[in-house]
């Protein structure tokens, strides 16, 4: 049982069944935050490392976390800290999981009282983590990373005509409804969500990156550019993240080549990794500017740092970011980036300081570029600007806001606001609760 105040406002009740620890969030006493979500380390996206940061932050702080993930090749064992689910390669995209929310681990659950449920992602494990939070009355948070419109074209087994359906009654209206908060990196993604009719509260906070204080060591930038064959007298751009339909990147190709035109010694790094790499390969080869193109595939993270510290600028084209943390890693080291004026990028890119928002076309986007290649007194003044906005999206400040955002969601549910009994229906009753928590047949899966 837990303390609350009284309606006159004055002393305090218990309510039954609310866990007394989450009484003292307010006198700001060490949380216990368990984290849902279906893609972790060593796998290499955004939502990953914004979990990865997120977390690091909040235990810096004194607080404790669970991670509950997929298990995976490569990956470390179960720990205190990381919980690891059996998973399996998903069909048509090979590099993301399929997980068994299935865990005798799940039986230990109850006993560490957690404080707070931290869903990232509305699939497997974080319908899991919904459950675990209806079913032992945590307040639960969810942030929408991804706008998944943009990638129902990898479920070809979902009509076409169904898809925008999908996304918005079940990844993103029915899932964002049964949370007591949900955080959004962008105010046009919360202004998206609100077309979707969801009704919970909502809190935009991007996430966090690391700030650099000081430059990338000039033997590693030497190095790196050797590594690829990358000379002094080259310009060079690049482009980081995912390659996939949804990032824009045969745009940033044809844009490319009108750079070309102008700028002959400029090359271009595409450093990720994807469905659509080899098409994208081809596609190069085909107009002509494979020669120019340098296709690294994944690269740790602070190979990534190190990659930005090495070249000019940032040619980042997606229309679909919810937030664009490999630009705001970019922007940190001083680089500036030249984006088109749209989705998550907006909010970064604020009133053109640290680079260019461009027109959805390749000529006024080639334009931005080439002006940012050819004239020193813009790229240096871009350049400036450029850590100065990243300083604004550092990983401590929103660590602080999404604690705020905690405890709101504890509040909320000290009054009584739960996960809507409509939602439910079919889906946290009767063979489903069996399934993840109760039958003893399962307790020998890991």
């Given at each position: 049982m837990s ?6 406002g004055s002393?305090f ?5 609310i ?13 216990k935050?368990a984290?849902?979500?279906d ?10 490392t914004?979990?990865?940061t997120?977390?690091a932050?909040?235990?810096d ?5 669970l991670?509950v ?10 720990t205190?800290?990381i919980w690891r689910?059996?998973?399996v390669?998903f069909?048509f995209?090979?590099e993301?999981?399929?997980?068994s929310?299935v865990?005798?681990k ?12 931290h ?13 675990m939070?209806w079913y032992?009355r945590i307040?639960l948070?969810h ?12 479920f070809?087994v ?10 918005m009654?079940?990844?993103s209206r029915n ?9 959004v ?7 998206k969500?609100l077309?979707y009719?969801?009704?919970t ?10 700030i ?10 030497e ?5 690829y064959?990358?000379?002094k007298?080259?310009?060079t751009?690049i ?8 990032k824009n ?10 750079v070309?035109e102008k700028i002959?010694?400029v ?12 098409l ?8 002509g ?7 690294t595939?994944?690269m740790?993270?602070?190979?990534v740092f ?18 664009g ?8 080291l ?5 984006c ?7 909010d ?9 928002l461009t027109q959805?076309?390749?000529i006024?986007?080639?334009?931005k ?6 004239d020193?007194e813009i790229?240096?003044q871009k350049s ?5 906005t990243?300083?604004?999206f550092?990983?401590d400040?929103?660590?602080e806001?999404t604690?705020e955002?905690?405890?709101k ?12 009994k409509?939602?439910?229906?079919g889906?946290?009753k ?11 047949k399962y307790e020998?899966i890991?």
């Amino acid at each position: 049982m837990s303390p609350q105040k009284t309606e006159s406002g004055s002393g305090f009740s218990f309510v039954p069944g609310i866990h007394k620890s989450r009484f003292y969030i307010y006198y700001n006493i060490d949380m216990k935050i368990a984290i849902f979500t279906d893609t972790c380390y060593p796998q290499i996206n955004g939502v990953v490392t914004s979990t990865q940061t997120l977390a690091a932050k909040l235990e810096d702080m004194g607080h404790t976390v669970l991670i509950v993930g997929p298990k995976m090749k490569g990956a470390e064992e179960s720990t205190d800290k990381i919980w690891r689910f059996r998973s399996v390669v998903f069909p048509f995209q090979k590099e993301h999981r399929m997980v068994s929310p299935v865990s005798r681990k799940l039986k230990q659950f109850k006993e560490l009282n957690f404080d707070v449920i931290h869903v990232q992602t509305p699939i497997f494990l974080g319908h899991l983590g919904q459950y675990m939070s209806w079913y032992h009355r945590i307040p639960l948070v969810h942030t929408y990373h991804t706008f998944w419109a943009e990638y129902l074209h990898y479920f070809p087994v979902l009509p076409k005509r169904l898809r925008v359906h999908a996304d918005m009654l079940v990844l993103s209206r029915n899932f964002c409804n049964r949370c007591q908060h949900v955080i959004v990196p962008s105010s046009q993604m919360k202004d998206k969500l609100l077309e979707y009719e969801i009704s919970t509260p909502m809190s935009v906070i991007p996430t966090g990156v690391e700030i650099y204080k000081s430059e990338i060591d000039e033997i590693k930038k030497e190095k790196f550019r050797k590594q690829y064959k990358i000379t002094k007298d080259h310009k060079t751009c690049i482009f980081v993240g995912r390659l996939g339909l949804e990032k824009n990147i045969y745009f940033l190709l044809d844009s490319f080549k009108m750079v070309l035109e102008k700028i002959n010694d400029v090359k271009l790094l595409i450093i990720g990794d994807g469905p659509e790499k080899d098409l994208m390969k081809k596609y190069a080869e085909k107009t002509g500017i494979s020669n120019n193109i340098i296709f690294t595939g994944y690269m740790d993270h602070q190979d990534v740092f190190t990659a930005y510290a090495s070249v000019d600028v940032i040619t980042f084209p997606s229309k679909t970011e919810t937030q664009g943390l490999s630009l705001l890693e970019g922007l940190s080291l001083g680089k500036p980036a030249v984006c088109i004026n749209a989705m998550g990028v907006k909010d970064i890119i604020k009133n053109e300081k640290g680079g260019y928002l461009t027109q959805d076309n390749v000529i006024d986007y080639s334009r931005k570029v080439i002006l940012l290649l050819q004239d020193p007194e813009i790229y240096q003044q871009k350049s400036m600007e450029a850590r100065g906005t990243a300083e604004l999206f550092s990983a401590d400040s929103m660590a602080e806001k999404t604690l705020e955002v905690y405890k709101k969601a504890i509040a909320l549910r000290k009054e009584g606001n739960t996960i809507r009994k409509l939602s439910l229906s079919g889906f946290f009753k009767g063979p489903f609760a069996k399934f993840f928590i109760s039958r003893s047949k399962y307790e020998d899966i890991d």
